[in-house]
């Protein structure tokens, strides 16, 4: 079994800065992407961060320029460094992993429980 947890979400000012970590555990062999998607309310989820095994970054051109994804490999954690948030940033953010569970398994993909970031002053 997998879960992925994330942390860091909160309250924050238009123009602050968050920090989002998601920390993979279980059963893992190998973790392929780790990303970051959004849902606002009334809104679609959006991918908006996805950082591949290989080191490609994608960003949406929402936050494209304003946040940075990274991963720590060694402790299966993904992170989403948010700055100059806007009001438009509030959301549920959830954490997405596609992960191998066993040598030569099919990588399936996994989410979060999802952290409430809220930008308001």
């Known amino acids: 079994q997998v879960q992925l947890v994330e942390s860091g979400g909160g309250l924050v000012q238009p123009g602050g800065s968050l920090r989002l970590s998601c920390a993979a555990s279980?059963?893992?062999?190998?973790?392929?992407?780790m990303g970051w998607s959004r849902q606002a309310p009334g809104k679609q989820r959006e991918l908006i961060a996805l950082?591949?095994?290989?080191?490609?970054?994608n960003y949406s051109d929402s936050v494209k320029g304003r946040f940075t994804i990274s991963r720590d490999n060694a402790k299966n954690t993904v992170y989403l460094e948010m700055n100059f948030l806007k009001p438009e940033d509030t959301a549920v953010y959830y954490c997405t992993a596609r992960i191998a569970t066993v040598v030569g398994g099919t990588v399936n993909p996994y989410w979060g429980q999802g952290t409430q970031v809220t930008v308001s002053s």
């Open positions: 950082l591949t095994s290989g080191g490609r970054v």
């Open positions: 279980g059963s893992i062999f190998s973790i392929a992407d």
